[in-house]
């Protein structure tokens, strides 16, 4: 039983277009999370929900919008994409604030925007 | 600034070869510290938390030491095969951020 899952794994699409990236967690966990790896394969965050309120929201565009419908879910609506948008968008889960928290990460969904 | 360096960038070793990897993060206020990996085209496995009141971690062939107050993060693996050949990044937890280090690509030679 996958612990993090997100759909689609791959995802190729036009300029332009607006796009939905799901995630799912099953570990009863309080905080998700959205990580964009970029060609370099440097990780890093855009947004943070803990208990489905948003906590970080890093220099993302505001095309980019998270809906977290209840604490197991955090979903990624891109509007008008753009070819700068391709990447690897990984989703992952944690129980916050405290010492042993680990971070669960899911397959990641390979964006190209064309 | 929270930031989380590692060095090398690249690292390839025959087989059977100790390495260290290292990790280095600036505030040194983290919940934990966590070592993963990730194959090519695949997602994150995580190999070693290590709590921040924790020295040191330890699983089969991989060990991970913290010192907290210097900022600094090591893994070591012992007898590397080439089945190891992989990134492994570490990331420092702040509470509801894991931040990341840009990864030590390994390749382990036969």
């Known amino acids: 039983d996958t612990a993090v899952s997100q759909t689609p794994k791959y995802l190729v699409t036009q300029m332009g277009n607006d796009k939905s990236i799901k995630c799912e967690q099953n570990?009863?966990?309080?905080?998700m999370y959205w990580y964009k790896q970029d060609s370099k394969k440097f990780l890093k965050i855009m947004f943070s929900?803990?208990?489905?309120?948003?906590?970080i929201n890093e220099t993302v565009p505001n095309r980019f919008s998270p809906k977290s419908p209840d604490k197991a879910h955090l979903n990624l609506h891109i509007n008008s994409l753009e070819l700068g948008d391709s990447a690897v968008y990984f989703c992952?889960?944690?129980?916050?604030?405290?010492?042993?928290?680990?971070?669960?990460f899911g397959q990641g969904t390979r964006l190209t925007v064309v | 600034k929270q930031e989380v360096t590692q060095i090398p960038a690249a690292l390839s070793v025959p087989e059977g070869e100790n390495l260290v990897l290292n990790c280095s993060f600036t505030d040194s206020a983290i919940y934990n510290l966590q070592w993963f990996r990730q194959d090519p085209g695949k997602g994150l496995t995580s190999l070693l938390l290590i709590q921040s009141s924790q020295r040191e971690q330890t699983s089969g062939r991989l060990n991970a030491s913290l010192d907290k107050s210097s900022g600094r993060s090591t893994l070591y693996i012992a007898a590397s095969q080439p089945g190891d050949s992989a990134t492994y990044l570490c990331?420092?937890?702040?509470?509801?951020?894991?931040?990341f280090g840009p990864g030590t690509r390994l390749s382990v030679l036969p």
């Open positions: 570990l009863g966990h309080d905080t």
């Open positions: 990331a420092a937890n702040y509470g509801q951020n894991f931040v």
């Open positions: 992952a889960s944690s129980q916050a604030g405290t010492m042993n928290t680990e971070a669960f």
């Open positions: 929900y803990n208990n489905k309120e948003l906590i």
